[in-house]
């Protein structure tokens, strides 16, 4: 494994995100225990020491499942980050009680990371905003010594993560982004790494891999790349890539199997960053994928508990991308003649995807 220095910590180049665990039946909220203490026990065996979770995952049950199963470990064996739900004023507001719930349902006396979550368009507002005091709060947490390091994840425009930073000053001390081959274009992810750089902040990535969708790429694209290098599989490609980026410190994937698992730990035991035609290999890709216009969806389902009609919406953005496909399914019920356009599932949206447009329009094609 593959190690990076951050201050006094030496952190595995690889996390474990917990975004994604192994499930029953598919059901989101109910992870499977058993599997996701048998990842862990894989993880650290094989030199993995970072595990992310947050308020919300799986339903606000990743951060629980995650208390268990660490607690069989000595605390300084592992590092742990979880992320405050900074989503509305109500929650800000409130800060004091979730941070406390959180260290409760992760079992544990303090962080050793600590982030505001997905600060974007639709909050900035309030977590920069000193009444509700929530930058207070955490820099208290940090002086107490509950808070090892604070930082925020974000999904937000350059405008967007430059004014929280410069509201927050030297509080922040790590920023995680979506960060991929697509998005590198797509959403603006260069700028956003050279804006870190120059603010000598390191680079948490999330969504190498953008929730699956980098790894099931066309016959075609899987040719050009493995002519290159012969062998390697598309996620190996993503994390190479990442690899190239300077300023990265820790890539998170969501793996939700021992196979996954062990691929990447085998991928992260050595530094292959790209070459420049490998880089444009890549990028050429990227661009033509871009111009296919589709659905940026990265099937996060923070929309989904959000809608009063109970639609599955990262699956039927799967579908409506796939609509010109022979084999394509036909949506379900509840499902985009369902939506009411409430615009809950927009507000709460990472990519900031317009889905009550996408629903009527997939529901006009139908």
């Known amino acids: ?70 607690k069989a470990y000595p605390r300084d064996s592992f590092y742990l980050a979880t992320k405050f739900p900074g989503f509305r004023k109500e929650q800000v507001a409130d800060h004091a009680a979730i941070f406390e719930d959180q260290l409760r349902k992760c079992q544990v006396e303090y962080f050793d990371f600590y982030l505001v979550h997905c600060v974007c368009e639709s909050n900035i507002d309030l977590v920069t905003d000193e009444e509700l005091g929530l930058r207070k709060y955490l820099l208290e947490q ?67 891999v953008r ?14 790349l493995d002519a290159l290098r012969p062998g390697v599989g598309t996620p190996a490609w993503a994390f190479r ?23 990447n730990i085998a991928t992260f035991c050595e530094n292959k960053p790209l070459n420049e035609t490998e880089w444009n290999a890549l990028m050429t890709i990227a661009d033509r994928m871009i111009a296919e216009k589709k659905v940026p ?4 389902s923070y929309c989904v508990k959000e809608c009063p009609m109970q639609i599955p919406i990262p699956d039927v953005m799967t579908m409506y991308n796939n609509r010109f496909l022979d084999d394509a399914p036909e949506p379900g019920s509840p499902g985009p003649k369902d939506c009411v356009a409430c615009g809950q599932c927009k507000v709460m949206c990472p990519q900031t995807i317009d889905i009550p447009a996408i629903m009527a329009d997939y529901a006009k094609y139908l």
Not at 30 to 49: C, F, S
Not at 163 to 186: M, P, S, Y
Not at 244 to 261: D, F, H, R
Not at 297 to 300: A, L
Request: hydrophobic residues 40%; charged residues 20%; contains cysteine.
């Open 1 to 70: 494994m593959l190690y990076n220095e951050f201050k006094d910590r030496k952190l595995s180049a690889l996390g474990l995100g917990c975004m994604r665990l192994p499930t029953v039946d598919g059901k989101d909220s109910d992870i499977d225990e058993a599997q996701t203490a048998e990842l862990v026990r894989l993880a650290l065996r094989h030199g993995i020491n970072y595990f992310d979770t947050a308020y919300m995952y799986h339903g606000g049950n990743s951060e629980t499942v995650m208390g268990k199963v660490l």
């Open 142 to 208: 940090k002086r107490l010594g509950r808070i090892r390091h604070l930082g925020f994840s974000t999904h937000g425009s350059l405008e967007t993560m430059a004014r929280f930073l410069d509201n927050w000053g030297d509080a922040i001390e790590f920023c995680q982004i979506q960060l991929n081959w697509l998005d590198w274009k797509l959403q603006n992810a260069q700028a956003k790494v050279e804006l870190l750089n120059s603010r000598n902040i390191p680079i948490w990535v999330m969504e190498p």
């Open 211 to 224: 929730g699956g969708r980098l790894v099931n790429l066309p016959q075609g694209d899987l040719d050009t």
């Open 241 to 263: 890539f990442l690899q190239t980026v300077p300023g990265i410190t820790m890539v998170l994937s969501g793996m939700s199997n021992e196979t996954q698992l062990l691929d």
């Open 297 to 300: 969806c990265t099937g996060c």
